[in-house]
């Protein structure tokens, strides 16, 4: 099984993958706690740095470029300096951007988190601070842009966060071309996820696998095998990976018992920022590759537990995930 994978692994760098969705900036703002405010019962935090990085849609896009993948983008930002941040951390890395609209109309969603620390401690996630557009709908995909990336890549990944880039006529087109070129799409949504049929693969956590379904799943296998299998009939999907922090992930296909996979390295995790993106990038890049779905889930399952121990909104490459396998019993 470890050839396999590695096999599928040497391939990364041959492909190519659309990415289409919410574009968003990840900020982290560190301080270090210095005393309790006199003002009010709260801690005041001694400024040292703001990291901005790569969210949503866009970090999905940069785990693949980071994996050695060649990328095109869709999306959108406002006129501001966080979308031209997003866009020149992914121009750097290579990508094709030239599907990412400016609208100026539109704002960048933000999400800054707040992290603190005493001096000698690694510092802890206290708050976080969205900051979202207002409720005028997202001007619609430019679907030229968009079908000008689809004749040369290799699969297509649809990134809903639910700021609105990702609409039942896009998606309807996108399924369309991606039938003819018999190319795989996957799709992570995080609020929508009933609404996504026929595409090749859905990749939910347990906690909106629940809220799409309006159930409590918790640790039970068994409930989670039927809930899985309905799922997989109701929305016509060719597989389903439903991931399970410190328990893993499942797989479901069609026709065959569910596979469940063991989570990889410690529960001790770091940061759980941005795994999910990590997940569907690895997990159809496999895909892309001729790969199984239940070895597209195991790549995808080593990757999750090497960015869950790293701190931020990460990434990890080829040579991290090519460890893992060999060096795993």
């Known amino acids: ?16 993958i659309l ?10 703002l560190y301080g270090r706690i210095a005393r309790v405010s006199r003002e009010a019962p709260v801690l005041v935090l001694e400024y040292r740095n703001l990291a901005r990085m790569a969210g949503g849609a866009a970090n999905a896009a940069h785990n693949l470029l980071d994996l050695g993948c060649r990328v095109a983008i869709a999306g959108a930002i406002g006129n501001d300096e966080a979308g031209k941040d997003l866009v020149q951390i992914l121009r750097t890395k290579g990508a094709n ?5 400016r609208i100026r109309s539109y704002s960048t969603p933000i999400k800054t988190r707040i992290l603190a620390g005493a001096h000698h401690s690694a510092p802890q996630q206290v708050v976080r ?62 609020f929508r996820m009933a609404e996504f049929h026929e595409v090749t693969s859905i990749t939910p956590n347990i906690t909106e696998l629940e809220a799409s379904l309006g159930v409590s799943i918790g640790s039970d296998a068994r409930l989670l095998g039927k809930i899985g299998r309905r799922v997989l009939r109701r929305q016509r999907l060719q597989s389903l990976l ?13 026709d065959k018992a569910p596979l469940h996979i ?11 920022t941005g795994a999910g993106d990590t997940v569907i990038a690895v997990f159809t890049l496999a895909l892309a590759c ?7 889930a195991r790549l995808a ?5 090497i960015v869950v121990m790293k701190r931020g909104t990460a990434t990890l490459t080829c040579n991290e995930l090519r460890d893992a396998i060999q060096n795993e019993t």
């Open 1 to 16: 099984m470890h050839k396999q994978l590695l096999n599928i692994l040497d391939r990364f760098s041959s492909r190519k």
């Open 97 to 101: 951007v030239r599907a990412i609209r």
């Open 262 to 272: 063991p989570i990889y390295g410690t529960d001790e995790v770091a940061d759980v």
């Open 19 to 28: 990415v289409v969705g919410d574009l968003i900036a990840d900020e982290f």
């Open 290 to 296: 001729g790969g199984e779905p239940a070895d597209a």
């Open 129 to 190: 601070v969205d900051r979202v557009h207002g409720s005028d709908p997202l001007p619609a995909a430019s679907w030229n842009l968009i079908a000008g990336s689809i004749p040369s890549v290799d699969a297509i990944i649809i990134s809903d966060y639910g700021y609105g880039m990702i609409t039942m006529p896009l998606l309807s087109k996108l399924r369309i071309a991606a039938r003819a070129r018999n190319i795989p799409i996957v799709v992570d949504s995080r």
């Open 242 to 254: 439903v991931t399970q922090g410190r328990f893993g992930m499942t797989l479901f296909e069609k």
């Open 301 to 305: 399952n080593y990757a999750g537990g």
